[in-house]
Nanobody, 123 residues
């Protein structure tokens, strides 16, 4: 089965940087699209960045120039490099992978979510 696991979150001072990782387990045949979301308590879930394989990346206006989304197909891992973090960007960050995978039922294409990684930004 396919699972996504986020890692790399933690405590960082405002202005600091973190690199989040999202690693997929299972037999992944193709990474079609990756999205990074974040959700803070009392706030709506926000799309931070996304990238479609073979195309350009997109970013929320608030993070343009500071965040970078990337992926390593061989490692089955997506990344979100976050620089110059702001206090208000503390949240749980989630990855959403649109993946083609080989499973017991055959070759499937589905979206998978990780359980998130907590990012805390101190002032």
């Amino acid at each position: 089965q396919v699972q996504l696991v986020e890692s790399g979150g933690g405590l960082v001072q405002a202005g600091g940087s973190l690199r989040l990782s999202c690693t997929a387990s299972g037999i992944i045949l193709h990474i079609n699209k990756v999205k990074w979301y974040r959700q803070a308590p009392g706030k709506q879930r926000e799309l931070v960045a996304d990238v479609t394989t073979g195309s350009s990346a997109n970013y929320a206006d608030s993070v343009k120039g500071r965040f970078t989304i990337s992926q390593d197909n061989a490692k089955k891992t997506a990344y979100l490099q976050m620089n110059s973090l702001k206090h208000e960007e503390a949240a749980v960050y989630y990855c959403d992978g649109d993946l083609t995978a080989a499973q017991n039922i055959g070759i499937t294409r589905n979206k998978y979510w990780g359980q998130g990684t907590q990012v805390t930004v101190s002032s």
